[in-house]
């Protein structure tokens, strides 16, 4: 492993079986999920628009429809989607729509950055530094540097939730690892694709207890990956699991 990634640890803690199937066997996905595939569109649709404006060029909203269309079309060419029960592309496109243009139209600072990718050490509050680096992608910084995490989810994202978003404690950490300053400001911006659709905005505040909360867990994480601790974490999750065949023939 040369580095670790929210989203590494995060798939860990979720079920360790599936990281062992996407990180170590690399097995290809025989199908994506609706959710995964939209918010995916939703998200380079939003990186467009945010590094639009950060040089200064205003766009229409059409045109960042036609972003997200043709963003969804490329993703579901080269995957298989699995929807939901009830759930119809043409249903997902407009929602998709509609929750861009709420984003479009509410009132946002100026954009400084949008889309920064990091690669730092991860140091603890005693000075050990994690055996790799961490990595990840800040999705905005606004200016009076406060830092947005997109997400899309199909209900709202509750305080707890948010406080405890690995993400966002990454984010806040490489800001100030990178530029020697604590943001001002941290927040998600959720994107609830219900049958209305809304734009929750949610601010939240890191600590360096939160920093060494996240050094410790990657920590544990990459021993017990080491160690080749893996093994079915079975919940809802499953339903829409890429590998439950292979979970299936799991033998310890
Ligand atoms: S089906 Fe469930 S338990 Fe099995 S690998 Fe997938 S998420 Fe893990």
């Known amino acids: 492993m040369d580095h670790i990634s929210v989203s590494q640890i995060n798939l860990y803690l979720d079920c360790s079986l599936k990281y062992k199937f996407y990180y170590i066997d690399r097995i290809p996905k025989p199908f994506k999920p609706s959710g995964i595939l939209f918010g995916k569109a939703i998200h380079s649709a939003l990186e467009w628009l945010n590094k639009q404006r950060q040089i200064g060029n205003h766009v229409s909203l059409e045109k960042l429809f036609k972003i997200f269309e043709t963003d969804w079309f490329a993703y579901k060419a080269e995957e298989k989607v699995l929807f939901k029960e009830g759930e119809t592309e043409e249903k997902l496109i407009l929602k998709g729509k509609e929750l861009l243009s709420l984003y479009f139209h509410q009132q946002n600072e100026p954009v400084l950055m949008a889309e920064l990718p990091f690669q730092i050490p991860l140091i603890s509050q005693t000075g050990e530094v994690l055996e790799v680096p961490l990595y990840g992608v800040i999705d905005l910084i ?42 001002k400001g941290l ?34 994480v990459l021993e017990a990956i080491k160690a080749r601790i893996f093994f079915p974490k079975p919940s809802f999750k499953c339903k829409e699991c890429e590998y439950q065949e292979y979970c299936e023939k799991w033998g310890g």
Do not use: C, H, W
């Open 187 to 220: 927040k998600i911006v959720n994107l609830v694709k219900s049958k209305n659709p809304k734009l929750e905005v949610i601010y939240t505040t890191r600590e360096k207890k939160d920093y060494q909360r996240l050094f410790l867990l990657a920590k544990k």
């Open 142 to 183: 606004e200016k009076g540097d406060v830092i947005t995490e997109f997400k899309t989810s199909q209900k709202t994202m509750d305080l707890f939730q948010v406080s405890n978003s690995l993400q966002l404690t990454a984010y806040s950490y490489a800001y100030e690892f990178l530029f020697q300053k604590r943001p």
